[in-house]
């Protein structure tokens, strides 16, 4: 392989990052709802109230805190990034293999037919 057009390289990783942060985020959906009807949460949250509370608050809410909707927003922002930060390095990658293969030939293959 002399070259990896970086164009096509780019649109390739863009779109497996785009469903890598889509199962990111239903696989983290799925966990919260599983989690949520054990009661994880509200064992925790009344460990961490209990162990917060003073003498005249009540301590601090984790329930609220790890709501569903926030926990989504957090993965959805880092799906992003993930996302913005994959292609590039792809892109990248592809840039470098290509000033790399400029000097050294490229990546020979060799492909063996089954008989």
């Given at each position: 392989m002399a070259k990896a057009d970086p164009w096509s390289v780019m649109k390739v990783s863009f779109l497996l990052s785009v469903a890598l942060g889509l199962c990111t985020v239903v696989a983290v959906a799925v966990l919260w709802m599983v989690m949520d009807a054990m009661g994880v949460f509200s064992t925790i949250g009344g460990t961490v109230s209990e162990a917060t509370s003073a003498e005249g608050s009540g301590g601090f809410?984790?329930?609220s805190f790890l709501s569903l909707?926030?926990?989504l927003l957090f993965?959805?922002?880092?799906?992003?990034?993930?996302?913005?930060?994959a292609t590039a390095?792809?892109?990248?990658g592809?840039?470098?293999?290509?000033l790399s293969a400029g000097f050294?030939?490229?990546v020979e293959l060799t492909l063996a037919e089954d008989e």
């Open positions: 809410d984790l329930e909707p926030r926990v993965t959805s922002v880092i799906a992003v990034i993930n996302m913005v930060l390095l792809a892109t990248l592809a840039f470098i293999y290509n050294v030939g490229g």
